[in-house]
């Protein structure tokens, strides 16, 4: 069994900043990657940034510049350090942990943009 929780969403005004955690616990093992999604009402739910095991990080054209993920292989944790909020990313943020054989998704933990 594998539990991911999501910590650090909120409500901020536009250009502010949040930064979001993910822990991963239980019976964890070979994590290929670790990854932000968003889903905002009504829309699909979109990959925000990626990193693997080897550190390559990946992320969407709509963060870029403004978003940071990293990593700690050591604790499987992973944040996403959100600067210059705009009101479009206002959703709930999901974390997911890639493991070989599936993977598992936290909660969700919502961020609202708005002033």
């Known amino acids: 069994q594998v539990q991911v929780v999501e910590s650090g969403g909120g409500l901020v005004q536009p250009g502010g900043s949040l930064r979001l955690s993910c822990a991963a616990s239980?019976?964890?093992?070979?994590?290929?990657?670790m990854a932000w999604y968003r889903q905002a009402p009504g829309k699909q739910r979109d990959l925000v940034a990626r990193?693997?095991?080897?550190?390559?990080?990946y992320y969407a054209d709509f963060v870029k510049g403004r978003f940071t993920i990293s990593r700690d292989n050591a604790k499987n944790t992973v944040s996403l350090q959100m600067n210059s909020l705009k009101p479009e990313d206002t959703a709930v943020y999901y974390c997911?942990?890639?493991?070989?054989?599936?993977?598992?998704w936290g909660q969700g933990t919502q961020v609202t943009v708005s002033s």
């Open positions: 239980g019976s964890i093992f070979s994590i290929r990657a």
């Open positions: 990193i693997i095991s080897g550190g390559s990080v």
């Open positions: 997911n942990v890639d493991m070989t054989i599936r993977g598992y």
